[in-house]
């Protein structure tokens, strides 16, 4: 078990195995990882994490994502645990987690889901 924070909250989840042998496992080409929401099964429960999905086999997909800390946590889960997210959604995550000191930087005129300041 692994424990990370995300808004405050310090969570344990299970990090899995892959079940399969690394020849049927599958890369996405690095940098160009999907984006999604992630069912992330715990000690008790489940919590859902905005990730990256990185690899994949016939029943499990391994997902990224960073911690309040940006630390970054690995784990491998069902592929039933695991939703695409739109660019817009995924923005309005990112922008929510940004300290709003950096926001202006980070964001400069342009808000999360693609809305322009007028």
Sequence with gaps: MTAFSLDGTT????????AHSPETTHSWEYGHYPKVIAALPL???TA???AEEQR???TQ???G??????????AWIPSANVRP????EWDIEQYRRC???FRAMQWGLRLPGFLLVA
Excluded: A, C, F
């Design 11 to 18: 969570y344990e989840y299970l990090r899995g195995d892959s």
């Design 43 to 45: 000690v008790t429960g």
């Design 48 to 50: 859902d994490v905005y």
């Design 56 to 58: 994949w086999n016939s």
């Design 61 to 63: 997909i391994i997902v």
């Design 65 to 74: 994502w960073d911690d309040d800390d940006l630390r970054p946590h690995r």
């Design 85 to 88: 997210v739109i660019d817009s």
């Design 99 to 101: 300290p709003e000191k």
